[in-house]
């Protein structure tokens, strides 16, 4: 489960000049601000700014109505987590654990997000086949286990390194939910 993120000058360019297309064209951030901000009206933790950068950052996101929406949203999810599996195994977040302690808390961190990813593929997996409850019960998860983390690397007496990546998996658990309550 563990990947690179995709960091090429060529997937930069692209990216780029997809952003430029959906900014001139309009119509597709209308369409996803708009949804973010009924999804903000339905779940005041919605933060409608993340929602929208997250989603115009997100190929085929400007052509989805919600249920495209709330399984963009799963898996942006999914490469959070992936992404913080990545940079705690490669040193990219705080040197080598010191001791056997912080060791393990760091291996709890790793699991904790491994399992991030996965409820957020599961989420997905519920919605592929049109079933909100179920993708609503497990992207709830997401919120146990990223404290879970948190709260292993406090007690060994570490700050966490992922309070970026916890807030990021937080509100887009938060952002599933919310899009997902507007299916009909």
Known sequence: MIKAPSSSPMAFAAAAAALVFVSAWGGAD????STCRVAAAGDRRVDVAFCTRQFLAFNGAA???????????????ISLGDDAIFDLTHGKLFPPPADKKAEAAMDVCV???DQVGLAFAKT???LRSRRCAPAKEQVARV??????????LAKVGLASPLPKYSADCLQTAIIAIAITNLIK
């Open 30 to 33: 209308a369409t996803i601000e």
């Open 63 to 77: 052509d989805a109505d919600d249920w495209g929406l709330a399984k963009t949203a799963a898996l942006v999810g």
């Open 143 to 152: 919120a146990a286990l990223v404290q879970r983390c948190d709260a292993g």
């Open 111 to 113: 699991k904790a997000y």
């Open 124 to 126: 997905s997996d519920e």
